[in-house]
């Protein structure tokens, strides 16, 4: 069964700082993935897909970037934190009938 | 313009008590639809989910959810709440074969339950 690692779970991080989040997926190939981020009373926003290696789609303009150097593996990067990045990020993928499983989160706090 | 409403913030139910959860859904044709919980500090899990046909879907956790075209909406239910209910819940509308990000989300509509 599909299984979705974020590391690391809890981040505390000075602004200014760099950020590198974490997703790997297990038991699929070839999978879309994606970067959603909760900041608290708005819902989810998603950041960044994946439909391949290399190939980002972003949503939102941002300070993050995101990558995706192999198959299963997909990242989440900031040069310099602000504080409105703080929030909890999740990583997902989608089953060919649209549906997102899930990670199980990394929690961010820039202070 | 697409989007997902979930018109309650907070719900406060009882232990044993029935529950509802509203979800209003604005998509050009019939959407997927899903329902998620999401434990505080978790990932979301799917609770069930609308493709076709039946419009009374059953999930896990004895959750069951209604599609109602005509009143675009995909309410989710329980007959009786478990204090381990409590949670927050999100509907979600996306299109056919994959939602290539693509899936509208709700706001979320947070559960308590009292003993």
């Known amino acids: 069964s599909q299984t979705i690692h974020q590391w690391p779970a809890t981040l505390v991080q000075p602004v200014g700082s760099p950020l590198s989040l974490e997703c790997t997926v297990e038991?699929?190939?070839?999978?879309?993935l994606y970067w959603y981020r909760q900041a608290a009373g708005r819902g989810l926003q998603l950041l960044f897909y994946s439909v391949g290696i290399g190939q980002i789609s972003s949503e939102v303009p941002q300070n993050l970037s995101a990558s995706r150097p192999q198959d299963r593996q997909f990242i989440l990067s900031s040069k310099k934190l602000l504080l409105s990045d703080s929030g909890f990020y999740l990583c997902a993928s989608d089953r060919a009938t649209g549906e997102l499983f899930f990670g199980e989160g990394s929690r961010l706090t820039v202070l | 313009a697409q989007s997902v409403t979930q018109p309650d913030i907070h719900i406060t139910v009882s232990e044993g008590a029935s529950l509802e959860l509203r979800c209003n859904y604005s998509?050009?044709?019939?959407?997927?639809l899903f329902w998620y919980v999401q434990s505080p500090g978790q990932g979301l899990q799917l609770l069930l989910k609308y493709f076709s046909g039946d419009t009374l879907v059953q999930g896990i956790k004895g959750f069951e959810a209604e599609f109602k075209r005509s009143q675009s909406s995909f309410n989710l239910r329980k007959p009786s709440v478990h204090w381990s209910d409590a949670a927050e819940y999100f509907c979600?509308?996306?299109?056919?074969?994959?939602?290539?990000?693509?899936?509208?989300f709700g706001k979320g509509t947070k559960l308590s339950v009292k003993p």
């Open positions: 998509y050009g044709a019939t959407p997927y």
């Open positions: 979600a509308a996306g299109p056919y074969g994959g939602s290539q990000g693509n899936l509208i």
């Open positions: 038991g699929t190939s070839n999978p879309n």
